[in-house]
């Protein structure tokens, strides 16, 4: 078991009481870099979150080829109005469509 490992069952243990926990200076310096590296993949994370929802939201404008009739250039279903386009469900200007609909609900 890791010293992370252990020093969270510690603490859990001793949140819900079934133990008394004290823990080590070396424990709580372990501790801490955990959580600031957890702070900083957060920030990771959020950051590339941030740069695929830009970019989902450039490359929906573009998604419509126009021509005779109007096709999606993602999943290529057409019809001859913009709005008439039934999208395949793996469409990813459907999927882009229907997670800012979901946020828009939050």
């Given at each position: 078991m890791s010293d992370i490992d252990r020093i969270?069952?510690?603490l859990l243990l001793a949140y819900i009481g079934d133990i008394d926990c004290t823990l080590t200076n070396s424990d709580?310096?372990?501790l801490t870099k955990y959580i600031t590296g957890l702070k900083y993949e957060n920030i990771r994370l959020q950051s590339e979150l941030k740069a695929?929802?830009?970019d989902a939201e450039r490359l929906t404008k573009y998604h419509i080829i126009?021509?005779?009739a109007n096709e999606c250039r993602?999943?290529?279903k057409?019809?001859?109005g913009l709005d008439d386009i039934?999208?395949?469900p793996d469409?990813?200007?459907q999927l882009h469509v229907e997670r800012i609909a979901k946020e828009a609900q939050s």
């Open positions: 969270t069952k510690a709580c310096n372990e695929a929802n830009e126009r021509g005779a993602y999943c290529h057409y019809e001859i039934i999208h395949d469409c990813p200007y």
